[in-house]
């Protein structure tokens, strides 16, 4: 074994000193703060998110958003190093430093009749949205409106089409103005909310995202990052090809979501709901190396997949555990009905090429989904993958109405099967078939707004 000198000791010592000294706490405050302040105080806070996408940060520094405070817009998160992450997180008294990624149109104003039941917004009433897509428009913070790939498809309340190839322009079929007839109306830009995109030593603390059209935190190539005690809601739909129905229609959408290749990930305590996709997902094309991926103590609701993975050909996933997570009606989301392959699972794994080792799926609860609690396809091209590479152990299934429990290989398994499932496969030896222990809806932490 190489031994460590006295002096590099004492050198790394000073660095570290130095490094901490050098550190700086940034304020963000929506009220009292000013772009043109230094931001180093709570009384000289900035305002916005541009700005704090703007300014170089150095590791060990902190940046603070004021509790009770909403911003609109996106983030991309920066690096830190090792010894001294990047922290970004909340400051005072209140309720969690909010982030809309969405433009609101709650007002009469920014819609004009275009036609019988007809509204429209144009750029020139609200700021161009560009190149993205507008995937889902919230209204009054609990409903969604109905995307629809044509303005000759829209012919109910609330169908609403962006044509993103054309004008840019939003049309939407009500029989009154959307902006007199709701309180709110949040059109979510498709856009990553929060981007960590090659972010390294990273911790992201306690916000509340909401009303994204893409995902509330997408990127690749990220390493050593936390996510944690953050509320994702209301995330997805957007128009992946950006075509505005003319080529492929697929709308996507995750709650987070790691691309590609990623390393010593850990996303905890975290509540989400209402996600178009899937509320966490690790997922990748092919030659990427995913791993020591951690999902614990999170509570899911309304997302069509509480989780999905699935990873290509000549990529390698391992240590990937998720455990202790609270999954609860997965598909009975917001846009389930609009999806053209509705596909409710609280576990998703229908497609995996990649060589896959020591995937540990335990201690959760799956609790109702539409389809089945869990999908498991087999894969011609990595047949083993699970028999040599998955656990799942010690969960608790329960799935209302006689829905299956598991569409495993091929094979729907109802939930009277599942002793017989579990002796053939060899998987849950602790694993438990009972209603959860405590309903979703008498979870203190629980905020569903229905």
């Known amino acids: 074994m190489k031994k460590i000198s006295l002096a590099s000791i ?4 000073v660095l570290l000193t130095v490094r901490t000294l050098s550190a700086a706490d940034y304020y963000v405050n929506c009220n009292d703060g000013s772009d043109s302040n230094d931001g180093l105080s709570p009384e000289t806070p900035w305002s916005s998110l541009a700005k704090v996408d703007s300014f170089e940060f150095a590791p060990g520094d902190r940046v603070l958003f004021a509790r009770g405070c909403t911003w609109r817009g996106t983030l991309q998160l920066q690096s830190g190093t090792q010894e001294a992450p990047l922290y970004y997180g909340p400051y005072g008294k209140g309720a969690k430093p909010v982030i809309l990624g969405s433009l609101p149109l709650n007002n009469e104003y920014n819609w004009l009749p275009a036609g019988e039941n007809l509204w429209v917004c144009y750029d020139a009433v609200i700021p161009a949205f560009g190149k993205w897509d507008i995937g889902n428009i919230i209204l ?19 169908d609403f089409w962006y044509d993103i190839t054309g004008d840019k322009h939003i049309y939407y079929y009500s029989e009154e103005n959307p902006g007199k007839k709701y309180i709110d109306v949040e059109a979510a830009i498709g856009k990553h909310m929060i981007s960590h995109t090659d972010a390294r030593y990273v911790i992201f603390d306690g916000f509340d995202i909401r009303y994204g059209g893409s995902h509330g ?4 190539e990220v390493a050593h990052f936390v996510i944690r ?11 992946q090809e950006r075509e505005g129905g003319k080529g492929r229609r697929v709308r996507f959408g995750n709650g987070i979501e790691f691309w590609g290749t990623a390393d010593d990930c850990l996303v905890e305590n975290n509540k989400l709901w209402e996600i178009y996709d899937a509320a966490l997902t690790n997922q990748g094309v092919g030659g990427n190396i995913q791993s020591n991926i951690t999902y ?3 509570l899911i609701w309304n997302a069509e997949y509480s989780f999905e993975y699935w990873n290509g050909e000549g990529s390698k996933t391992e240590n990937i555990l998720f455990e202790n997570n609270l999954c609860y009606s997965a598909g009975f989301g917001w846009g389930h009905i609009q999806r053209p392959d509705p596909n409710g699972r609280c576990i998703m794994m229908y497609s995996n090429l990649a060589a896959t080792k020591n995937f540990v799926v335990q201690n959760n609860t799956f609790c109702d989904a539409t389809e089945s609690l869990i999908r ?7 047949p083993d993958w699970p028999s040599a590479g998955l656990t799942l152990n010690g969960n608790r299934y329960f799935n209302d109405g006689g829905r299956n429990f598991f569409r495993w290989l091929g094979e729907e398994i109802p939930g009277n099967q599942f002793d017989a499932w579990r002796e053939k496969t060899g998987y849950e030896k602790d694993g438990l078939s009972a209603p959860p222990e405590k309903p979703l809806g008498q979870m203190k932490h629980w905020n569903h707004v229905y």
Do not use: P, T
Not at 217 to 220: I, N
Not at 376 to 382: I, P, S
């Open 229 to 239: 005690n953050c509320d994702i809601s209301w995330i997805g739909g957007a128009d």
């Open 376 to 382: 498991l396809d087999y894969n011609a091209g990595n």
């Open 140 to 158: 009054n913070g609990h409903r969604a409106a109905f995307k629809k790939w044509s303005k000759e498809d829209l012919k109910s309340q609330d």
């Open 10 to 13: 004492l050198l790394f010592a």
């Open 217 to 220: 935190f997408g990127g690749g």
């Open 296 to 298: 614990r103590g999170n």
